[in-house]
């Protein structure tokens, strides 16, 4: 089945304790995105890949970071987690290129950071 | 998404129209998303429009589009209980796919 998984489901946490979110695909997309979701906010952009080692920032990057050392990976870490960061996060993936590209996403993860 | 604006909720009776509307701002965009959050889950692409249409029709759904503007409305005929969920609007910015969503509207249908 295609699909985007993340890991963990849900996770709280400490302020100040690493953490990483766990993304993959296993449909050789070449474009990956992580997004945070907050109640009257939407869904804002904190980074993407558009492939393998090419990374960009999205609209609220500060306090993460990525890597795409793989392209099915695409991993988000916290490495000072703040109780600011508290919130859905979300993973997705699609082709890249001209026509619409339509996202795949992640179930979600859901972190609280006391 | 403070650049993709939409109404926050919408109360519908089951067997009634829903209408949901989203202004965006980038009149260049070559395609516009209705994505669908169902409780506890991932969005889903719902439908998508060129912008050289004005309309799309989908079984229940339809897409009406004003470029001139900027106006992009999501049409659900004969609301069902199923379709309560949060509905996002969203345009493509800037390089690749980088899209940006609107807040979402919330619809919650009553029997």
């Known amino acids: 089945e295609a699909q985007v998984t993340q890991n963990p489901r849900y996770l709280i946490t400490v302020t100040g304790k690493k953490l990483t979110v766990t993304c993959s695909q296993n449909?050789?997309?070449?474009?990956m995105s992580w997004y945070r979701q907050d109640p009257g906010l939407g869904l804002r952009q904190i980074y993407y890949?558009?492939?393998?080692?090419?990374?960009d920032k999205g609209d609220v990057p500060e306090g993460y970071k990525v890597s795409r050392k793989e392209k099915r990976n695409f991993p988000l870490i916290l490495e000072s987690p703040s109780p600011n960061q508290t919130s859905l996060y979300f993973c997705?993936?699609?082709?890249?290129?001209?026509?619409?590209?339509?996202?795949?996403f992640g179930a979600g993860s859901r972190l609280t950071v006391l | 998404g403070e650049d993709v604006e939409q109404s926050l909720f919408l109360s519908v009776r089951e067997g009634d129209s829903s209408v949901i509307n989203c202004t965006y701002t980038?009149?260049?965009?070559?395609?516009l998303y209705w994505y669908k959050q169902e409780p506890g889950a991932g969005l889903q692409l719902l439908t998508y429009?060129?912008?050289?249409?004005d309309m799309k029709q989908d079984q229940r759904l339809t897409v009406l589009l004003n470029k001139k503007d900027k106006h992009l409305s999501l049409r659900i005929a004969d609301t069902q209980t199923g379709d309560s969920a949060i509905y996002f609007c969203?345009?493509?910015?800037?390089?690749?796919?980088?899209?940006?969503f609107g807040g979402g509207t919330r619809v919650l249908v009553k029997p």
């Open positions: 997705a993936s699609s082709f890249a290129g001209p026509g619409a590209n339509v996202l795949t």
């Open positions: 449909m050789n997309h070449e474009y």
């Open positions: 890949s558009m492939n393998v080692e090419v990374t």
């Open positions: 980038d009149s260049s965009s070559t395609y």
């Open positions: 429009i060129f912008s050289n249409m």
């Open positions: 969203a345009e493509p910015k800037a390089a690749g796919n980088k899209l940006t």
